[in-house]
C-alpha cells in the first residue's frame, strides 16, 4: 500500500472510529477527512471494496469504544424494566436476546402443497402485477 493510501486510510480509521463523530458519507470523508476539494477525488486512492473494508474496520473499533456506553444504556434499560416499563422489557429483551421470530406457514389443504394449475398461476401473478402498475401509477401495457 503506497504512503498517501496509508496516510489517508488512518486518518480515516480514526476519525470514523471516534464515537463523538459523525459517520459520514464517503463524499464528506473526501473532504472532511482527507481534505480533497471534491468529494470524488477519494475514489482516486481507494476502490469502493477498499472503503467497504475502511468502514467495516472503523465501525468495529467504534462499538468496541462505546462499549461502556452501551453497558450503561442497558443498565438504565434493565432498570425501567424490572420496574414494570413493558417497552423498556421488550427493548432490553430485544437487543440481548433477539427479536422473538414470527414464522407464518402457508400450505394447502392438510398441509400438504397448494395445488393450482398454470392457468390459476398466470391469472393470480397478472392481478398482483396489475395492482402493482396502480400503485406505482403506471398504466397497464397494451
Not at 10 to 19: E, F, I, N, R
Request: hydrophobic share 35%; proline share 4%.
Amino acid at each position: 500500500m503506497g504512503a498517501v493510501k496509508n496516510k489517508h486510510k488512518a486518518k480515516l480509521l480514526g476519525y470514523l472510529s471516534d464515537p463523538d463523530n459523525e459517520w459520514l458519507a464517503r463524499a464528506g470523508m473526501a473532504v472532511t477527512v482527507c481534505g480533497y476539494k471534491k468529494g470524488q477525488s477519494i475514489y482516486r486512492v481507494f476502490s469502493p471494496a477498499e472503503l467497504d473494508e475502511i468502514e467495516r474496520e472503523a465501525l468495529e473499533l467504534r462499538k468496541q469504544r462505546t462499549a461502556g456506553r452501551r453497558a450503561k444504556v442497558y443498565d438504565a434499560m434493565y432498570q425501567s424494566a424490572i420496574g414494570g416499563d413493558v417497552q423498556a422489557m421488550k427493548a432490553y429483551l430485544d437487543r440481548t436476546e433477539g427479536p422473538v421470530v414470527k414464522k407464518t406457514e402457508v400450505s394447502g389443504p392438510d398441509g400438504g402443497p397448494i395445488e393450482m394449475t398454470d392457468t390459476e398461476r398466470a391469472a393470480k401473478l397478472a392481478a398482483i402485477l396489475e395492482k402493482a402498475r396502480r400503485r406505482a401509477g403506471l398504466e397497464k401495457e397494451e
